[in-house]
């Protein structure tokens, strides 16, 4: 198959060259661009433990000169790439939750006295970016864990897609668009509107990270939606090998 691949670099590239290995190619074309802010060391003080939700925001501790101090601490983090990143960062203590930023919740609220200094109370870091789709303070705040939230990355939008992915598009070239985030698929839609591609957008399969990613594409009333079951890019991948066989 022949994949259009939308999420921001470096994440593009290496799905670009997993879905190789998969026996597929891919173009890349990135509709977002992430911004890394290297977090200040003053913004780790009294802090027992630190939330990292996605890649970018662990790219962006990794840039802080405060990182050889904070490699003690607790980190709890969404997904296994997350996860085994941040080991090879150097961070020993990591609890890796299963999908979302939802899911940690009960994780940190059931580690208890795991992450304290003396007999103080918890108090967590999230390094998040300045999009978030779930606020893991109020959940926290009813347990009795303080967590603070400091923006590490922002977003911002693509204006246009190369001329090379529009050709490809209008010619009905891609079997299958990958979309990781509904800010992406609204760009994408927003971008396809514009060049006077509805109809032939129609054409591709939709692979989307979650149901409200797919609610955003249908806009577009393409023919086949596909909804990973977990939102995580393995699972989008395993996408990929069911829209294979049933192409075969």
């Not at 939230?149 to 209008?170: C, E, G």
């Amino acid at each position: 198959m022949h994949i259009l691949v939308t999420r921001p670099e470096p994440d593009a590239s290496e799905m670009r060259d997993r879905l190789a290995g998969m026996g597929h190619t891919a173009d890349v074309a990135p509709l977002l661009q992430i911004s890394l802010t290297p977090p200040p060391a003053a913004a780790f003080e009294g802090v027992t433990g630190l939330v990292v939700t996605s890649r970018n925001g662990l790219r962006a501790l990794a840039t802080s000169q405060a990182l050889p101090g904070l490699l003690a601490l607790p980190l709890y983090v969404v997904g296994r790439a997350t996860g085994a990143a941040a080991r090879e960062l150097g961070f020993a203590d990591v609890t890796v939750g299963p999908a979302t930023a939802k899911d940690l919740v009960s994780i940190i609220v059931g580690a208890k006295g795991t992450v304290t200094v003396g007999d103080g109370p918890r108090r967590l870091l999230h390094l998040s970016g300045d999009k978030i789709s779930f606020d893991l303070v109020p959940p926290l705040a009813e347990e009795g864990v303080q967590l603070d939230r400091i923006t590490v990355y922002r977003s911002q939008t693509a204006d246009a897609m190369a001329d090379a992915v529009i050709a490809a598009l209008r010619e009905g070239r891609y079997d299958a668009v990958v979309l990781m985030s509904p800010l992406t698929a609204e760009t994408f839609v927003h971008l396809v509107l514009r060049e006077g591609l509805a109809e032939a957008a129609a054409v591709p399969a939709y692979l989307c990270l979650s149901r409200g990613i797919a609610d955003v594409i249908r806009r577009l009333s393409p023919a086949k939606v596909m909804v990973a079951a977990r939102p995580v890019a393995e699972d989008v991948l395993a996408l990929v090998h069911d829209l294979a066989s049933q192409l075969e």
